[in-house]
């Protein structure tokens, strides 16, 4: 059996930043928290904490030491109440997110009704949507469209930057029928895009396809969902331990791709425990 690794899969430039930043920290100092999971992957959370790093929901919870903000950003009034606790911040925000942001910022003071084109309960969403604070909207499908008011004439739009091209552009079709005045910011990362494109190429052509990453990490959903598209035999696993004999029993060729918060440990453990499932 012949198992293909995608391009580009694995950890993006933002979370290798975020978890070296960590890393870093706990090597010099004492009580250091994460404002909820740095990166969506239970697997990399749990490896921080034993290096003494804890995860915290809520920043009433610290009354002293540091924080650190993951890379999916954090509101203004979060950085705020940081520093008034008298709190040390690493800001861990992935480049990208914090771009979406300013982005974000100069719609609003230009005019615009911002829209952000994302789930609206992802932490990185919810960073967007608080930096402006007030008179946005944030939409993921072409049926939430109606949701916003058609009163509106002008609209500063951004993309979550996990999101799929192809919800993308069909929303953004939409939206053009629909306004009058669209000012218009394909926020989608260039790491997003291109682990999108290889994972799908990848897909077309074996007869088993295994995405690894954390459930809860919405770019490897995503990825899970494109190669669906093209391959019924697709599935998503967060461990070797999820592995199915009966997913490759028929296999000649496996295909392999990873969410951008999937590390090269696990990706390498699959690949070793897809082998031996096969001798």
């Known amino acids: 059996m012949e198992i293909i690794l995608a391009k580009d899969a694995g950890f993006c430039f933002g ?9 870093n920290a706990a090597n010099q100092i ?20 034993d290096y003494g790093i804890k995860e915290t929901e809520n920043i009433d919870h610290i009354e002293s030491g540091t924080i650190i903000f993951r890379s999916h950003g954090v509101s203004p009034k979060i950085y705020q109440k940081a520093d008034e606790k008298g709190l040390k911040i690493i800001d ?5 997110v914090a771009k979406v942001q300013k982005i974000a910022l100069q719609l609003q003071k230009k005019g615009y009704t911002l829209v952000v084109i994302g789930e609206k309960e992802h932490p990185e969403v919810k960073s967007i949507l608080d930096t402006v604070n007030e008179n946005a909207y944030c939409i993921s499908s072409i049926k939430e469209i109606s949701k916003i008011s058609p009163e509106i004439d002008k609209l500063g739009i951004v993309a979550q930057t996990t999101q799929t091209l192809d919800n993308f552009r069909k929303i953004i079709s939409k939206l053009v029928s629909c306004f009058k005045e669209l000012c218009i910011f394909n926020t989608i990362c260039n790491a997003t895009l291109s682990r999108q494109k290889f994972s799908l190429q990848l897909a077309k052509k074996v007869d088993t396809m295994v995405v690894i990453g954390g459930y809860n990490s919405a770019n490897t959903r995503r990825l ?5 598209k093209v391959n019924k ?8 331990s999820e592995l199915k004999i009966n997913w490759i029993k028929d296999a000649n060729i496996v295909g392999i791709t990873a969410g951008a918060s999937t590390p090269s440990w696990i990706i390498e453990e699959i690949i070793d425990n897809l082998k031996s499932m096969k001798k």
Do not use: F, S
Not at 15 to 23: D, G, Q
Not at 224 to 228: E, G, L, V
């Open 15 to 23: 979370v290798k930043r975020a978890i070296n930043l960590a890393l």
């Open 30 to 49: 004492q009580n250091i928290y994460t404002l909820g999971p740095i990166i969506h992957n239970p697997q990399v959370v749990k490896k921080l904490a």
């Open 92 to 96: 861990a925000t992935c480049p990208n």
């Open 224 to 228: 899970t969902n494109i190669c669906k």
């Open 233 to 240: 035999n697709t599935h998503q696993v967060e461990e070797a």
